[in-house]
């Protein structure tokens, strides 16, 4: 268990809706990150936030946003959805500090489907 | 940008063979590297990682050593078990820090 929660676990949903997935980082963890895994494109960073704040984007589209609330949970919001949106969704967490510098924790992940 | 190219799979070996997964990688300045497994249905876990020229992460019989002369950082176990079959991804970690991965190896061991 690396300490880092996500829910839900499935989602199931239609061409055109939006959902929210969330991330509980470890304990004393400041950064989140968000990684699509879909089989075409395989492992994607999207997103990054530190404390609270936006620190690095990747292969996000513009239909997906994401946010850290103050006690650093964080929520990534997929909007329009089409079926090439259906992937893994995986949240981790790091430190950010100290000799455990870039090592990253990651959830169980979220399986969304677009049906 | 960084990128990493990874070993293309399926990977199948019986049990006690010798395990290698090629992993090299392109990055400006001294990137970190890392080795994680996700087994059937579950997420990431990291399995080693090394954060400088020479530097050998090791855990649970495997070992990764980082060759900045040949930028590689292979996979190695010296006896694979059944319960190591699962989905090897190496990946790096530059001045940005978020992960960069490989297309991942599945390794399957039969008994």
């Known amino acids: 268990d690396s300490g880092v929660t996500q829910t839900p676990k499935h989602l199931i949903t239609a061409t055109g809706q939006r959902v929210t997935l969330r991330c509980s980082p470890r304990?004393?963890?400041?950064?989140v990150y968000w990684y699509q895994q879909s089989l075409d494109q395989g492992l994607q960073f999207l997103i990054q936030?530190?404390?609270?704040?936006?620190?690095a984007k990747g292969n996000i589209l513009e239909r997906f946003s994401a946010q850290q609330f103050p006690d650093l949970h964080s929520e990534l919001n997929l909007s329009s959805l089409e079926l090439g949106d259906s992937a893994l969704y995986f949240c981790?967490?790091?430190?950010?500090?100290?000799?455990?510098?870039?090592?990253?924790?990651f959830g169980p992940g979220t399986r969304l489907t677009v049906l | 940008g960084d990128s990493v190219t990874q070993m293309e799979g399926p990977v199948t070996l019986s049990e006690e063979a010798f395990l290698t997964i090629n992993c090299t990688y392109t990055?400006?300045?001294?990137?970190?590297l890392f080795w994680y497994v996700q087994y059937p249905g579950e997420g990431l876990q990291l399995l080693l990682k090394?954060?400088?020229?020479?530097d050998k992460g090791s855990n649970k019989g495997f070992e990764a050593t980082y060759r900045k002369e040949t930028t590689s950082f292979h996979l190695e176990k010296g006896s694979v078990q059944v319960s190591d079959s699962a989905v090897y991804f190496c990946?790096?970690?530059?001045?940005?820090?978020?992960?960069?991965f490989g297309s991942g190896t599945q390794l399957t061991v039969l008994p």
């Open positions: 990946a790096l970690s530059g001045s940005a820090r978020q992960l960069t």
């Open positions: 090394a954060t400088k020229a020479d």
């Open positions: 936030y530190y404390n609270g704040e936006e620190r």
């Open positions: 304990s004393g963890d400041l950064s």
């Open positions: 990055a400006t300045g001294y990137p970190s």
């Open positions: 981790a967490s790091s430190l950010d500090g100290g000799p455990r510098v870039n090592e990253q924790f």
